[in-house]
């Protein structure tokens, strides 16, 4: 009978059982693809750093110093005098959910525990139970948890969960930053021994030689005059940076994958053509030679340390200013903190364009210069001569960098210096660019491949907009002016939108640009054939 | 015409609507409302995909449309739920739940329909559970080939720095091309 048939069909029950989400044991093991790996006992030690030990979040013994519990207690209790943000933060949280959809970790997973707001609970919570009278006597009502090692676990995963990109803070109506958050938790953190290799490593090899590579003088000569070759065969013009040339007049300071590591040499060879042909006259330096720094993702003291080193090269080689790369969370550090951390650096003058002469006031304190400001500036007076259908092969769109879009207000410079240096320029929806950039979901040391799960959730919000504008105007590339996001962002394409690639604005602009005594241009940087067959047209 | 197929036809909207909300369902209880409210496909791009995608299955399902245009669908879907917190049955369940969407949904309106109709159609499903597996599998694949990637790039470039490495230049190939590296 039909009728039987269906009903039998009916007594199916498809639906899944449901778990415990807000159960705090994380079963590791389980959540493969979702968490990085411990930090190596080794680079702990050549820190300095608390417990060093050889151990995995699988193991059931964390094998914490026996004092954990106080540990973290004085280290939260100093925290909450010495930054005034930080007791704000955990006082002044209304919990009304604005943040709780903004960060696309939540959004790429579904986990309540990727709002920032529940983030944030996670410390939150310990501080009402050791801080706060009504937390100290009302307990669990008061939304107060004492600290277990289960929680300390969650902290673990969830802390470094973030990528400490600050959208959810744009929502905030009291301007709640739960990247501060973050960056507090995991200081609590490290004084337990609780850290990623990912970020401990390029912060141990920083403090040894200046890069987190670990790239040492000779290799990172050797890379630069490898990169000049190869733009000698595209172009025919022959660069000359120079390293660690005392009395030159700009430091110029790039991340190490723009030297090292596609497809950010191709960005490295934009500028060095540009810088070229100008005439600029600057050097690079072999220990100020990563504009990265992990230690704003380890300790505010770690990323004062490691940032050091720039003003140090700076004083060492005489120059009057300092010019930085297209990096992200590099820019975060010198807008925000590097004035204040190691400043001021009145040794320096302020920066001047020695081919416009226009002032850079905005950085007239920290002596500066964003390539991007340099680079507009040049177009607006019309200092280049640039072509830009050499780039016709390309349909462009821009991915705002979380920390030069939130944390430097860099917005219009690389849009404008686009515009001018490409005819097939896209932008994605207003409200995954500018403030509201989605992340890449590898910042902030999570960009490893034993985090790739997470960081492909995480990705999802921002390749789903990129997917729109690929399949509405067939664009092809990706730009942007982060080397974490170069070389996160070509991951995510590959899985989320495997039609479009990733470049660097100054890769384009070194296409475009028209010098003179060049050869007639048949390729692009990378080497692929231009549009129609030409792009030489003024050359 | 196909007595069931009419129904469900008549009925799609709740067919839709039904599927997808048995697929959200599987999400963590507290973030069902938002990914179900949330409309905007940039602002909700897991539970618009899920939505947007459920929707032009159920619609291709019932018109016969090709294979083809049925796995750009499920790729969609399955894409997103590869990567997510699920086993490989969970992240693939959602197939087997049209069955009982087109269950509750159908009704009694369904009462006179020849069980044949009903095989037929779960024939087609299974075909599509089949071709689901075949998409989940290609998605873990690809997962480890780009963490693969990654992995020898970061070799590379140790084994490069400590001059361990004839470049194909000097094989005579055409350049080695220097991978792209996985931290700046
Ligand atoms: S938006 Fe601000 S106040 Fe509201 S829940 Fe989030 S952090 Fe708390
Ligand atoms: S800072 Fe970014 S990653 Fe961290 S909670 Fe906020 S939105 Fe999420």
Known sequence: ?539 | MNGLLNVLQEKRKALEERWAELVLASYPQQSVPFLRQERDRFANPLGSTIRNEIAALVEGLLAGADADVLATHLDAIIRVRAVQDFTPAEALRFVFQFKQAVAEIAGDDAAGVPAGEFLALHARLDELALQAFGIYVGCRERVFEIRAREATARTYSLLKQAGLLVDADEAGGPPACPPAEGRS
């Not at chain 1, 929806?429 to 902030?444: H, K, M, S, V, Y």
């Not at chain 1, 690929?470 to 962002?489: P, Y």
Request: aromatic content about 10%.
């Open chain 1, 1 to 539: 009978m039909p009728e039987k048939k269906r009903d039998e069909l009916v007594q199916i029950d498809y639906t899944p059982p449901q778990r415990d989400w807000m159960d705090p044991a994380i079963d590791f093991a389980a959540r493969k693809g979702t968490w990085s790996y411990p930090a190596a006992a080794k680079n702990l030690r050549y820190l300095g750093l608390p417990n060093p030990r050889d151990w995995s979040p699988t193991d059931a013994d964390w094998q914490l110093p026996e004092n954990w519990q106080q540990i973290i207690h004085d280290g939260l209790a100093e925290r909450l005098t010495k930054f005034r943000s930080l007791k704000l933060f955990l006082d002044v949280c209304v919990r009304c959910g604005a943040c709780a959809d903004k960060c696309h970790f939540y959004l790429g997973s579904g986990d309540p525990k990727n709002m920032p707001v529940l983030r944030a609970e996670l410390l939150r919570s310990v501080y009402r139970n050791d801080f706060t009278t009504a937390g100290k006597i009302l307990g669990r009502v008061a939304g107060a948890r004492p600290l277990t090692p289960a929680i300390l676990k969650e902290w673990y995963y969830y802390f470094y969960q973030c990528t400490e990109c600050r959208r959810c803070s744009v929502f905030c109506p009291y301007g709640i930053d739960t990247a501060e958050i973050t960056m507090l938790a995991r200081e609590l953190l490290n004084l337990v021994g609780l850290n990623i290799n990912w970020v401990i490593e390029p912060v141990a090899n920083c403090d040894r030689t200046g890069n987190h590579l670990g790239i040492q003088p000779h290799t990172f000569k050797d890379n630069i005059e490898f990169l000049v070759d190869e733009l000698e065969e595209v172009t025919g013009i022959r660069v000359d940076p120079s390293i660690d040339r005392k009395g030159a007049e700009l430091l110029f300071v790039v991340p190490s994958a723009d030297y090292f590591a596609e497809p950010g040499i191709y960005t490295f060879m934009g500028y060095l053509l540009l810088l070229h042909s100008l005439g600029v006259d600057y050097t690079l330096s072999a220990y100020a030679s990563e504009g990265g720094n992990f230690g704003l993702f380890t300790s505010n003291e770690m990323m004062k340390r490691l940032n050091y080193k720039i003003y140090h090269e700076a004083r060492r080689l005489g120059v009057k200013w300092i010019l930085g790369g297209e990096c992200g969370h590099m820019w975060r550090v010198i807008n925000q903190y590097m004035d204040t951390m190691n400043g001021p650096a009145d040794f320096l003058e302020a920066p001047v364009s020695p081919i416009t002469g226009t002032a850079f006031t905005n950085a007239a304190s920290t002596k500066m210069v964003h390539i991007c400001e340099f680079t507009a500036d040049l177009i607006k007076h019309g200092k280049l001569k640039l072509d830009p259908s050499r780039n016709d092969h390309l349909r462009v769109t821009f991915h705002d960098s979380c920390n030069p879009a939130r944390a430097m207000g860099i917005l219009e410079e690389p849009r404008y210096i686009l515009k001018s240096v490409v005819n097939n320029f896209f932008e994605m929806p207003e409200n995954t660019i500018r403030e509201q950039t989605f992340c890449c979901g590898g910042g902030a040391g999570l960009g490893n491949d034993e985090n790739m799960e997470m960081r492909l959730r995480g990705g999802l919000p921002r390749a789903n907009a990129v997917r729109f504008v690929h399949e509405k105007h067939g664009v092809n590339l990706l730009a942007c002016i982060c080397a974490i996001d170069r070389a996160v962002l070509s991951t995510l394409m590959e899985y989320w939108v495997p039609e479009v690639g990733v470049s660097g604005v100054h890769e384009l602009v070194g296409n475009a640009l028209v010098i003179e005594g060049e050869k007639s241009r048949t390729t692009d940087l990378r080497g692929k054939p231009l549009a129609g067959g030409k792009g030489d047209a003024d050359a």
